[in-house]
């Protein structure tokens, strides 16, 4: 009875390590080489939650507030 399940590259041989990249069980070096060979080693897309990068609802300036605002202080210093 194999603990770790089979080797997935020669499915013969009881896995002893994993793959670092794509986690796949493999049982010796040359079944790693095998599968690095291979295009199956893929790094699993990270869970990590992306960001929108797009969504910024009230932070950037436009113009026109940047000239109000100027326009404010300008008022200010002359005391308008
Ligand atoms: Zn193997
Ligand atoms: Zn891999």
Redesign the pocket.
Known sequence: MALGGVCEVCQKSASKYK??????KFCCVAC?KT??ASD????PEPVVEQKPVEEKPYEFETEDTVKQEKLNLLRKCLGI
């Open positions: 793959c670092p990249v794509c986690l796949i790693f599968h690095k199956t080693c893929v790094k």
